[in-house]
């Protein structure tokens, strides 16, 4: 199996948990660290909409407090037919830990391959 199959598959597993009763808008994230540990996370929402979390930060964050700080690929999978990015606090926090991240996004229908300097050209920096 490739890191683009297995991402997918654990991404779209990790989607199932999501905890989305506001959106209905399900998405699932697994991280592969440079080290070849896979970190998984699913969006949680809230009542607070500002609260809400991202999947794809949940696994990040799950990385980085698990000691890993350095990351190869990523698979997003959502719920939807449409295809649909990463958010722009995303990008951010994923340009923070790996400029050249691959992304897997995947939707119903089709998944595509991005660099990550491809979706964030223009990240913020210190």
């Given at each position: 199996m490739t890191d683009k199959e297995l991402l997918i598959k654990k991404a779209r597993q990790a989607g199932k948990?999501?905890?989305a009763p506001y959106s209905r808008f399900r998405v699932g994230a697994a991280l592969l660290t440079k080290s070849?540990?896979?970190f998984t996370g699913s969006n949680v929402e809230n009542a607070s909409y500002g609260l809400t979390v991202c999947a794809e930060?949940?696994?990040i964050f799950?990385?980085?407090s698990a000691g890993e700080k350095r990351f190869k690929a990523?698979?997003?999978v959502i719920s939807s037919r449409k295809k649909t990015r990463p958010c722009g606090a995303c990008l951010q926090?994923?340009?923070e830990f790996s400029d050249n991240l691959i992304l897997y996004l995947s939707s119903k229908n089709k998944t595509e391959t991005k660099k990550l300097s491809d979706l964030l050209p223009n990240p913020f920096t210190l």
């Open positions: 948990q999501a905890y070849g540990r896979i930060r949940v696994a799950k990385a980085v990523m698979g997003v926090v994923m340009n």
